[in-house]
């Protein structure tokens, strides 16, 4: 069975410019969340879906980042314009259906760094 | 607030010997609580989930332990190897509007020396 996959798996860009990060989970998860992982953190939740809507994106700093799951499939996050402290890693993680007892598998992240 | 505190935030052991990580949260209404290692480069793999009526969980060397009451939770290695140096993240999720949102914990960084 495929994993999660993610691309791309680095990307250097400088402060104010845009960057878009792409995620296919694995076949039939319905659920797709977005973490950024700081260095020496745990990851932070951005968003989750499920299906194509929107679960809770409580922590996503909306002025500049957007995420979209057309069709409840693959899914993009966009950040526009970029921070230096937008540098982190970005995890892209599936399940079958919502966090409760379904178990998340992760990609293998986006290092991100924003000089 | 929802929140999930790790201690130690890093511990070092000899190879062999055994190790206990702390979990504490305030997350509610609790659905579950998993336990993840995270190996340097990696995404988090899932070692155990418990619910509220278990109290203790065994997957090989490793031992989960949760307290319902006191909200806290502990994983136990024994006899650790090299391969368990990594980052152990505790993720309690709470059920909301239908669905269960996670709440991370900022790990404990484990380095086994030989």
């Known amino acids: 069975e495929a994993g999660v996959a993610q691309s791309p798996r680095y990307k250097i860009i400088e402060k104010r410019q845009s960057v878009a990060f792409w995620c296919n989970p694995i076949?039939?998860?319905?659920?797709l969340y977005w973490y950024q992982q700081i260095l020496g953190q745990g990851p932070k939740l951005l968003i989750q879906?499920?299906?194509?809507?929107?679960?809770?994106d409580s922590q996503l700093p909306k002025d500049r980042f957007s995420a979209e799951r057309l069709k409840g499939v693959d899914s993009t996050l966009k950040i526009q314009p970029a921070k230096l402290e937008d540098s982190a890693v970005y995890l892209c993680a599936s399940s079958l259906g919502p966090s409760g007892y379904n178990e998340q598998f992760f990609g293998p992240g986006t290092r991100l760094t924003v000089l | 607030k929802n929140q999930v505190e790790q201690s130690p935030q890093s511990l070092i052991i000899l190879e062999g010997k055994n190790c206990t990580l702390q979990?504490?949260?305030?997350?509610?209404?609790?659905?579950?609580l998993r336990w993840y290692k995270q190996d340097t480069g990696r995404g988090p793999v899932s070692l155990t989930i418990?619910?509220?009526?278990?109290n203790t969980k065994s997957n090989g060397r490793y031992t989960a332990t949760l307290d319902a009451d006191t909200k806290q939770s502990s994983l136990h290695i024994t006899a650790s190897q090299l391969s368990d140096s990594a980052s152990y993240i505790c993720v309690v999720s709470r059920a909301s509007g239908g669905s269960y949102i996670p709440t991370f914990g900022r790990g404990t960084s484990l380095i086994v020396h030989p």
């Open positions: 879906f499920q299906n194509n809507g929107v679960v809770d």
């Open positions: 979990c504490n949260y305030t997350v509610s209404p609790f659905s579950n």
């Open positions: 076949s039939g998860h319905a659920t």
């Open positions: 418990m619910t509220f009526s278990e």
